[in-house]
């Protein structure tokens, strides 16, 4: 492995059937780009998820089993159990408070695990895996094979940017952007040092991810903290029991990211970000 980079979108997708408005589908997802490598064989993995952190664990572990594990995934005798790596990534918190959390994972466009049934975005992923260098082009490539086969689909996507991960074999730079109604925290930090590359890809998907998921409860806190301000909601409910779990998953997630800080030579850049509520 030369130089690794992955690269997540958070993206909005629209599949809107011209001939009947009441089957038009809207999707929000995260959509993680994994190119993994080993000796001659090549797979192209993509993660969908609900939730930006969800996405980046799950990536943290698919690149640690495909490099310390068994290698290329379709070349297995006994295939990886995704369900149970999903499960292994759901923090207690998202387990009690999200619903409406879900993943589906991709080799070489095919599906190989979905949490939730997902028929368009498994047929987007096909063609998105004819056009690696050009995600853009699977969808008006889709729109068109839809149209072929009689079916009417319009197709709308936005993307934007959450984190691009570069590794140039003597240090590491990630890129996060965490985007809100109010302001965005951009922020990039750079690893040097640590035993191994491959801990070192992986510690920087994590400690993304942690980042990411405690900008995300500072919005959420200073959300139900207003709310209560005002005299919306109240004191011992559930939200104000949701807002005191939020504060301490924060703390915990901090305490991960200093223990990775720990392994490695770190720099921010403008600065470290600040998700505690003073």
């Given at each position: 492995m ?42 192209q993995i993509?993660i ?7 996405a980046?664990?799950m990536g943290a572990?698919?690149f640690?089993?495909f490099?310390?594990?068994?290698g290329p995934f379709?070349?297995r ?11 292994s ?9 999200n ?11 095919n599906c ?10 498994g ?5 998105a895996n004819?056009?690696k ?8 490539t889709?729109e ?14 936005s ?9 140039e ?7 996060v ?8 925290t ?14 070192r ?27 209560i301000?005002r ?7 559930k ?14 997630l ?24 003073d």
């Amino acid at each position: 492995m030369s130089s690794f980079q992955a690269s997540l979108l958070r993206e909005k997708i629209t599949f809107t059937d011209e001939t009947d408005d009441s089957k038009s589908v809207s999707i929000r997802s995260n959509r993680l780009s994994l190119t993994l490598s080993k000796a001659t064989l090549s797979e192209q993995i993509v993660i969908r998820c609900q939730n930006i952190h969800g996405a980046l664990r799950m990536g943290a572990k698919t690149f640690l089993n495909f490099y310390r594990g068994g290698g290329p995934f379709s070349q297995r005798p006994e295939p990886h159990n995704w369900e149970r790596q999903w499960l292994s990534v759901i923090s207690d918190y998202d387990e009690r408070y999200n619903d409406s959390n879900w993943v589906s994972v991709y080799i070489n466009g095919n599906c190989v695990f979905s949490s939730k049934k997902m028929t368009y975005l498994g047929i987007l992923e096909q063609y998105a895996n004819l056009h690696k260098d050009n995600y853009e082009n699977s969808i008006g490539t889709m729109e068109q094979a839809l149209k072929e086969t009689g079916k009417a689909i319009k197709i709308d996507n936005s993307t934007s940017v959450a984190t691009v991960l570069t590794d140039e074999v003597d240090f590491l730079r990630c890129g996060v952007i965490h985007r809100t109604t109010a302001r965005d925290t951009i922020f990039n930090f750079l690893l040097n040092g640590g035993d191994t590359r491959t801990n070192r890809i992986s510690h920087a998907f994590l400690m993304a991810s942690n980042f990411l998921e405690a900008l995300n409860l500072r919005y959420l806190i200073l959300n139900i903290s207003d709310r209560i301000d005002r005299g919306e909601l109240f004191l011992k409910s559930k939200e104000d029991r949701k807002m005191h779990e939020a504060t301490r998953r924060q703390g915990d997630l901090n305490r991960e990211i200093r223990e990775y800080e720990a392994l490695y030579s770190v720099r921010f850049r403008p600065e470290r970000p600040e998700f505690f509520i003073d």
